[in-house]
């Protein structure tokens, strides 16, 4: 079995910072591009960022400047250094990866974690 665990949502002013987190767990042999979508509600899943095993980042250009995506291979661990946090960015946060389990490669998705902003 295969677990993406994300966390480091919450509640946050506009304009201020917030680190997620996807950790992936289980009998994993490889990791290859890990990423992180959002949803808002009512509105489709979109791709905000991905980063590849060794490979360039990528991000969607509504949070190219303010977003950073990395990650630590060790922890097989993935990160979303979110600042200057706007309205339109608060959704329920996916994190991606595409792992192989025993022999095979398949894509798993974590639970999802809610960036908010004032009511």
Not at 26 to 47: C, V
Not at 83 to 99: G, H, T, V
């Amino acid at each position: 079995q295969v677990q993406l665990v994300e966390s480091g949502g919450g509640l946050v002013q506009p304009g201020g910072s917030l680190r997620l987190s996807c950790s992936a767990s289980g009998s994993i042999i490889s990791i290859n591009t890990m990423g992180w979508y959002r949803q808002a509600p009512g509105k489709q899943r979109e791709l905000v960022a991905t980063i590849p095993s060794g490979g360039t980042p990528n991000s969607v250009d509504s949070v190219k400047g303010r977003f950073t995506i990395s990650r630590d291979n060790a922890k097989n661990t993935v990160y979303l250094q979110m600042n200057s946090l706007k309205p339109e960015d608060e959704a329920a946060y996916y994190c991606r990866a595409r792992i192989r389990h025993v022999a095979i490669w398949s894509d798993y998705w974590g639970q999802g974690t809610p960036v908010t902003g004032p009511s």
